[in-house]
């Protein structure tokens, strides 16, 4: 398994995040670790979709999660060893994965940005990218007072997303359902 830190190039797409009343979180995205997790996430941020989406669920000392709409998405599918994909990335603070249900193939827009190190989720989620800088923005929501379910008492609400793609082409993901 290996660090973040081997991923990092100034190549790489980054999406930025504009959290209401918190501040920004940039992340870098790695391709070269998950590809398309990668190509579904940009997709997302492309079409504007995280605009005014709520972090959902937020758990100290583990994770924040947000990216859920209300819309039926199309799943891809989990790039994990578990799963049949090499994703050597570790779940440590910082990193960004794809949230799922027991389902290996139902990502959709869902994602969480871990707190502090989780390695019971390596090789189980799909990491693909790292706070490159907000990692306080994230230690901020996590302190916020949730109910029993994790979810806030106030919405913590995404207020915009840019994405740069470094002048580099992204291709539409390939959803479960199109693989034989």
Sequence with gaps: MMNYTEYLNTKNPTVTFSIRDYGIIQVELFPEVAPNT?????????????????????????????????????????????????????????????????????????FFIMHQDAPHLDRNYAAFGVVTSGIEVVDQIVRQSRDFRDRPHEDIVIESVSLDTKNREYPEPVYADDIE
């Design 38 to 110: 990668v190509n579904n996430f940009i997709h997302y941020a492309a079409s504007n979709f995280y605009k005014d989406l709520i972090f959902h669920r937020i758990i100290p000392g583990f994770m924040i999660q947000g990216g859920g709409g209300s819309e039926t998405l199309k799943p891809i599918k989990g790039e994990f060893a578990a799963n049949g994909f090499e994703n050597p990335l570790k779940h440590t603070r910082g990193v960004i994965s794809m949230a799922r249900t027991s389902d290996p193939n139902s990502q959709t827009s869902q």
